[in-house]
């Protein structure tokens, strides 16, 4: 289960019935237009780097919005780091689907 950060609680977890794994912080909000998440996500988290997510968002229209994302990451780590980006990329984006789904659903 993915927890959404509140005011008093200002991180993503992911809970199982024995685990938790905080995912990203938040560290910057402008409301409607951008967000600025910190962290190492899955198996990054073990890497010895960081992350910086941004999520930008542009009003189309009065029913329409866009959402541009840029995930970037950097640090020490022995591994090479390219081998993680197409599997970052592609967990991303079927976040971002199933997002836009949520949203246009309600």
Do not use: C
């Amino acid at each position: 289960m993915l927890t959404k950060p509140t005011a008093s609680n200002q991180k993503w977890n992911e809970q199982g019935s024995y685990n938790e794994a905080q995912h990203l912080q938040v560290a910057m909000v402008i409301p409607n237009k951008f967000v600025r998440l910190l962290g190492g996500l899955g198996p990054l988290q073990g890497e010895g780097v960081t992350g910086v997510m941004e999520w930008r968002l542009d009003n189309i229209d009065d029913m329409s919005t866009e959402l541009t994302v840029f995930y970037r990451v950097g640090g020490y780590t022995p591994n090479d780091l390219s081998q993680w980006a197409p599997a970052v990329e592609n967990v991303l984006q079927q976040q971002m689907s199933a997002m836009k789904v949520f949203i246009e659903e309600r």
